[in-house]
């Protein structure tokens, strides 16, 4: 329930501000896709489920910078994608 009241109360800042939202997108607030990106770090380490420091640096240079298109969904996800243009803007 604490996550529920913050996410009201986050939701009420923001669209009784001075210049109000029209909405509130509150995906964007969720855990999930952070839990996603762990998951995808995880996997990368094959065998090995807790990573190293060391390990998650090299998973993460190879997911984000060396590999094109950077993270991609797994067919058995339960979360579903973020379109990139949220974090164009």
């Not at 329930?1 to 109360?9: G, K, L, P, V």
């Not at 009420?12 to 990106?37: A, G, I, N």
């Not at 090995?48 to 984000?64: E, G, W």
Request: aromatic share 6%.
């Amino acid at each position: 329930t604490a996550t529920i009241t913050s996410t009201i109360a986050l939701a009420w800042d923001l669209l009784t501000q001075p210049l109000p939202l029209d909405y509130v997108c509150t995906r964007l607030t969720q855990q999930d896709p952070l839990e996603h990106f762990f998951s995808i770090i995880r996997l990368r380490g094959g065998l090995n489920n807790n990573p190293t420091a060391i390990q998650v640096k090299y998973i993460m240079r190879k997911l984000l910078v060396i590999k094109s298109g950077g993270v991609t969904a797994s067919l058995s996800s339960n979360c579903s994608l973020v379109p990139s243009q949220i974090f164009e803007n």
